[in-house]
Every structure is written in structure tokens, then in C-alpha cells.
């Protein structure tokens, strides 16, 4: 692909900041300054019991390894296939948590939503305003035509999200993931499509 070729793919994930009122998710990587410091934030992430059940963060509770967390989203932003966006408190610019939209297969329109919340950002809603938010944007400037929602089986709160998200339960995929050296455990299927009902959130 040319550079030419590059700047017209409409497909590439474009960084841009997304306002959603009370929080704003702005895209990771080196050049993000949050409150307290990014890479302090990213390692107090990892280090959250939470997140790291259902989203490790690998070596990021050090240093290094959250630099290379900031790196990696960088990566993926710069060659489109993986929108990295931190969700930050509008009032004081403080981090709340993860939404991304990455490719799964590009060419058929198919992305992948994830998420994770830090714990005093929990019970807000912001999972479920910030996956759908996401998923109406990679739809609307990326042309998404299928996005999907993945969780482990006893991940109940993700599925309720998914619920109200407006990705509904297509079924369940046996011991389709695994977290680092932990064993392979079953996941359900959500998903949405562009031509889908958008939820009516409050």
C-alpha cells in the first residue's frame, strides 16, 4: 500500500479525541499526559486486581513495561488496525480506564471491542457508554460492519454491558482464551452490527 493509498483508506483507525461529557478518551501512547503521570497510571492499572483478572496488563506494573504498553498503542495507531483510547475524567484529566476497537478482519469490516475500568470509575456506566460510543465511531468513520464483544463465561458484569451496549449474545466459544501461562477457559460471543438498533442509553 502507498503512502497515497494510505491517507484515502477510510478502514485506518484515525487518532482523534471523543467527548463524551463527563469523560473524554484520548488516544494512548507516548505523547498522552495524565494526571499524576501516564506511565504511573498505566502501572497503577496493572496492579489493579480487577483488570488484571479479566485484562492483564503483562509486565506493566513496571516501568518498562508500561512504556511498552504506550509504545505498542502508539504502534497500532500509527499503522490503523487498533484504536487505543485511555478514558479520562473531563474535570481533572484523571485516568478512569481502557476502550479499544481493533480489527479483526479488516477487509470483511469485522473489529472487536474491549475494556476495563479502574475501580473508582466502576458502576458509572462508563463501560457500556464508552463501548458504544466506540463502536457508533468505528462504524461511522471506519466503516465497521460487524463488531464484536468477547468475555470469559463468569464475567458477569462485561456481560451485562454487552447486554446493554446493544451487542446481543450470539454464543459461547470453548476454551477459545487464555491469559499468559493461565488455562484456556470459555468465553461468550456478543456482537453488533452497523445496521443494528443503537441502544438508547441514558
Known amino acids: 500500500m502507498t503512502s497515497s493509498d494510505t491517507a484515502t483508506d477510510r478502514s485506518l483507525f484515525q487518532p482523534t479525541v471523543l467527548d463524551l461529557g463527563d469523560v473524554r478518551l484520548r488516544p494512548w501512547g507516548r ?4 494526571t499524576g503521570g501516564t506511565v504511573a497510571a498505566v502501572m497503577a492499572a ?7 483478572r479479566w485484562n492483564p496488563l503483562t509486565d506493566a506494573t513496571r516501568p518498562a513495561g508500561a512504556e511498552a504498553y504506550l509504545d505498542r498503542a502508539d504502534e497500532r495507531w500509527a499503522d490503523g488496525s487498533t484504536a487505543c483510547f485511555a478514558i479520562t475524567d473531563a474535570a481533572d484529566g484523571t485516568l ?6 481493533k480489527w479483526t478482519d479488516r477487509a470483511e469490516g469485522i473489529a472487536m ?4 475500568l479502574l475501580a473508582a470509575a466502576r458502576g458509572r456506566g462508563l463501560a457500556t457508554r464508552t463501548a ?3 463502536t457508533r465511531w468505528g462504524v461511522r468513520t471506519a466503516g465497521a460492519r460487524r463488531i464484536e464483544l468477547y468475555h470469559a463465561v463468569d464475567n458477569a458484569p462485561s456481560c451485562r454491558v454487552a447486554a446493554r451496549a446493544g451487542f446481543p449474545y ?3 466459544l470453548r476454551a477459545s482464551y487464555r491469559d499468559g501461562d493461565r488455562p484456556y477457559h470459555d468465553e461468550h460471543l456478543h456482537a453488533r452490527l452497523a445496521t443494528d438498533p443503537e441502544p438508547r442509553l441514558a
Open 170 to 172: 450470539e454464543g459461547t
Open 31 to 34: 505523547a498522552l499526559d495524565l
Open 96 to 101: 478512569c480506564g481502557n476502550v479499544v476497537l
Open 113 to 116: 471491542v474491549g475494556y476495563w
Open 132 to 134: 458504544d460510543a466506540v
Open 46 to 52: 496493572a496492579a489493579d486486581r480487577e483488570v488484571a
